[in-house]
């Protein structure tokens, strides 16, 4: 009856064969072949709202043939739109083969679905459209990793279409939420603020310390080891083994940024001060913050030489500044760091 030549036929063997398969009660693994088989064949050659309605009947059978939802995914939009976006019959590997090769009407039925994994969500990220994105960040039920949240927020940064919906998004992370408060409207900048006082103060914190180091990371303010660095000092400071003498360790071993964070934790001042005083060998700077963190004249001097080793006159030089060190008191030096915090603050602000 499949092979008949009218086509009036054939479409009433569709609607018949469709009605037999939601009204059997069990199928056995070669009925349900044998269904996929038929109907797929038969739907190749129907028009295009008949393959629309067979495409609406079946998208939400959690029994549909395989082979049948699949060859209605790769279909027309107007065809494929309902088994894209409901059909849990699609595998990640079939939404991801659909959305390689297809446009955006595909791309956005994809996007509407209850669920979308984060591969899934990644591939839509990176092919569709400002509006495709739109409807991706609209359902709550597509997972974005990290990578995928951080290129959604960039292009929505330059789009104000996508500011809403972004800013909605309830699972956007709390330091890219943030980036978007100096491009968006007053409206969404007090929303913004709203979600920063219902969070946790020390998660709030966390999270915008991340944004500022990946941001700053990104544009070559930090060095590129800065996250990696920051985490193994933070291990050590945990195990209580954040010491002077490890700081001396990290510079004889050539870890300089793990040296900067460490010098910015134990006196309190930010990366960038510290970094400033080991690039331009700022010595009698250097020695304020060791005399605020309260050094053994000692370390100090160790730190000196190693900073000035390529230097043909570094001892000379370090034990004048280690004189220096022995008349500078700690009040003068915490003195001092009291202004450069207040630099840091209105930095910050």
């Known amino acids: 009856m499949a092979e008949e030549g009218s086509s009036e036929k054939r479409r009433a063997l569709l609607r018949e064969l469709t009605e037999h398969f939601f009204g059997s009660s069990a199928r056995t693994?070669?009925?349900?072949?044998?269904?996929?088989?038929?109907?797929?064949?038969?739907?190749?050659?129907?028009?295009?709202?008949?393959?629309?309605?067979?495409?609406?009947?079946?998208?939400?059978?959690?029994?549909?043939?395989?082979?049948?939802?699949?060859r209605l995914a790769h279909d027309e939009a107007a065809v494929a739109g309902a088994v894209l976006a409901t059909s849990p019959v699609l595998s990640d590997e079939d939404l991801l083969g659909v959305v390689r090769a297809h446009g955006q009407d595909h791309l956005r039925a994809v996007s509407a679905r209850p669920s979308v994994s984060?591969?899934?969500?990644?591939?839509?990220?990176?092919?569709?459209?400002?509006?495709?994105?739109?409807?991706?960040?609209?359902?709550?039920?597509?997972?974005?990793?990290?990578k995928s949240s951080e290129a959604a927020v960039e292009r929505a940064r330059v789009n104000p279409a996508l500011h809403e919906v972004t800013v909605s998004r309830a699972s956007l992370p709390a330091d890219l939420l943030n980036e978007m408060y100096f491009v968006v409207e007053a409206r969404l900048r007090t929303r913004i603020l709203e979600q920063n006082a219902r969070m946790d103060p020390a998660l709030l914190e966390s999270a915008l310390a991340a944004g500022r180091a990946r941001i700053a990371t990104d544009d070559g303010a930090l060095p590129a080891d800065y996250a990696e660095c920051s985490a193994y000092v933070e291990e050590l400071k945990a195990a209580g083994q954040l010491t002077p003498q490890m700081l001396a360790r990290f510079l004889r071993s050539g870890g300089t940024t793990s040296f900067l964070?460490?010098?910015?934790?134990?006196?309190?001042?930010?990366?960038?001060?510290?970094?400033?005083?080991?690039?331009?060998?700022?010595?009698?700077?250097?020695a304020v913050v060791c005399k605020s963190a309260d050094l053994d004249r000692a370390l100090f001097l160790t730190y000196a030489v190693v900073l000035l080793n390529d230097d043909g006159d570094a001892m000379a030089k370090a034990h004048s500044y280690a004189r220096m060190y022995a008349e500078l008191t700690?009040?003068?030096?915490?003195?001092?760091?009291?202004?450069?915090?207040?630099?840091?603050?209105a930095a910050a602000a």
Do not use: K
């Open 29 to 70: 693994a070669t009925e349900d072949t044998l269904y996929g088989a038929v109907l797929t064949s038969l739907a190749a050659e129907m028009e295009t709202a008949v393959r629309a309605e067979l495409s609406a009947r079946f998208a939400h059978a959690p029994d549909a043939p395989h082979a049948l939802i699949r």
């Open 118 to 146: 984060e591969a899934v969500s990644e591939l839509i990220v990176e092919r569709g459209d400002d509006e495709t994105l739109g409807a991706l960040l609209r359902n709550d039920g597509a997972r974005l990793s990290r």
């Open 261 to 286: 964070i460490a010098l910015a934790q134990l006196s309190d001042i930010d990366f960038h001060t510290a970094r400033q005083i080991v690039d331009r060998r700022e010595l009698d700077a250097l």
């Open 330 to 345: 700690r009040e003068a030096a915490l003195r001092t760091l009291r202004f450069w915090r207040m630099r840091r603050g």
